[in-house]
């Protein structure tokens, strides 16, 4: 891959793919019939409880065991419509397969999400048209981003009869699963097959739009009879430090975004890659730049390992990569002339609680140090879409967009400030529903 100073690659074609190969193989036949065999089939499922869409866990599960793959895949996608994405990357180990009833036997859990994708992917292969589109019901519905939030919030639309409408500034479907989720965890032709299922219940989409700069709100308010906002966030924070703005320090969802629509020799990484934050995002970027070849990936944190926003079991895989961290490590200036060299840090130490109840860092006097690197990514969140909420008349709470229109919805990470696939997937069908409530219930006075 190309190196910062335009050295050659120090990693084959091979080497690279054998690095971004699936880390969680799809099961075989023989090991999804055994694994399903484990399941107990509780009767009141904690797994399903700890579902955020609150799939019906053993009864797919049992539909597995009996061979019935298209129906475990029906009961899958109707509760979660991103039921192929989750099954790749949902962090199940403190959802579904950390609830499951086996851990308190001190046995592993069912591979819930292994089945999930056993039983889903059995959908794509076959190309199986699952649900249908409801009888149209002369009213419209407008949906602007075309990620998990929105597509699920499609699904369900159309099945109840609705014609949509969906607007997305990228030019394909899936958001977030198209554009930023871990390569060894899935990539792009599995987001967009998911996305092309439900957009072939007849869902109208418009990509490369942008709503507010191709498009006035106010047009969509006059032509829909509702509206439902997926648009995730929007820029990631600038670290707010001198020298942030030389060549080589860029986002980690850009770099992420990069990487997932090129070849992988086409991505640009470092030889020292320094990546600021400690969330999921961090973690994905800091792992596969060290997959593309990065000698030395560190991640700098202003707290400690047990305040790192990052589930466990990514903080262990980017370990298992070789991923160094720096705990308790406040930047404080980029250096380098025209390029970065290093990044200036200081120690510090927790200190007292801030309103919301989190220990804020204090910084060590005299501990000053210098990191050396030659690419810095940042990962320090993402800033609500502020200039979009203002162009449609919303308001921002936090990290959150908040709608006080009754026919506007807002769902996903646009209305979370930032969750998982599935927490999205549960939002835009709540949203589908509230929307299908208020329309009926006009229809109905009509």
């Known amino acids: 891959m190309p190196r910062p100073d335009g050295g050659e690659s120090v990693l084959s074609p091979e080497a690279l793919e054998a690095n971004f190969a699936d880390i969680a193989p799809p099961l075989t036949p023989d090991a999804a019939l055994v694994e399903s065999s484990k399941c107990l089939f509780c009767y009141d499922a904690p797994c399903t409880i700890a579902c955020p869409t ?67 992917d059995h959908v794509l292969s076959h190309d199986l048209k699952l649900f249908s589109p409801g009888v149209d019901n002369g009213r419209k519905v407008a949906i602007i981003g075309a990620g998990p939030a929105g597509l ?24 977030l699963n198209t554009y930023a989720i871990a390569e060894y965890k899935m990539r792009p032709p599995t987001a967009l097959a998911e996305a092309k299922k439900i957009l072939e219940l007849g869902v109208e989409l418009h990509c490369n739009v942008t709503i507010g700069r191709d498009i006035p709100f106010a047009d969509l308010e006059r032509d829909f009879d509702a509206i439902f906002i997926g648009i995730g966030l929007g820029a990631t924070r600038d670290l707010g430090i001198p020298g942030e703005d030389l ?36 973690i994905d970027a800091a792992t596969q730049a060290k997959r593309l070849g990065a000698q030395r990936v560190t991640i700098v944190y202003r707290r400690g390992e047990e305040e790192m926003p990052a589930y466990p079991y990514e903080y262990e895989l980017a370990k298992r990569d070789g991923c160094e961290f720096r ?4 930047p404080k200036r980029v250096l380098g002339n025209g390029a970065i060299t290093g990044l200036e840090c200081v120690r510090a130490e927790l200190g007292a609680p801030d309103a919301r109840g989190r220990r804020q860092p204090v910084e060590i006097e005299g501990s000053e140090h210098v990191i050396r690197c030659d690419m810095l990514l940042k990962a320090t969140g993402q800033l609500p879409r502020a200039e979009f909420a203002r162009e449609a008349g919303l308001t921002v709470e936090g990290s959150k967009i908040v709608s006080s229109k009754p026919n506007v919805f ?19 069908k709540a949203a589908a529903a509230r929307i299908h409530a208020l329309l009926s219930s006009a229809l109905a006075v009509a």
């Open 54 to 120: 609150h799939i019906d866990v053993p009864a797919f599960i049992k539909k597995i065991m009996t061979g019935n793959l298209t129906g475990s895949a029906r009961v899958i996608l109707d509760a979660n419509p991103m039921g192929h994405s989750c099954a790749r990357a949902c962090p199940v180990e403190v959802l579904c397969e950390g609830a499951c009833v086996l851990n308190e036997r001190d046995e592993e859990p069912i591979k819930i999400a292994l089945l999930q994708r056993y039983a889903t």
């Open 152 to 175: 699920s919030c499609a699904q369900d639309l159309r099945r109840w009869g609705y014609a949509v409408t969906m607007f997305d500034a990228h030019p394909n479907p899936g958001g």
């Open 247 to 282: 060549g080589g320090v860029q986002d980690a969802l850009s770099f992420i975004e990069h990487l997932k629509t090129h070849s992988y020799p086409d991505t640009r990484v470092g030889n020292d890659v320094i990546v600021v934050g400690a969330g999921n995002t961090a």
């Open 327 to 330: 705990f308790f490590t406040v």
């Open 410 to 428: 807002v769902g996903g990470d646009a209305a979370s400030g930032g969750a998982e696939i599935v927490n999205a997937a549960a939002e835009g």
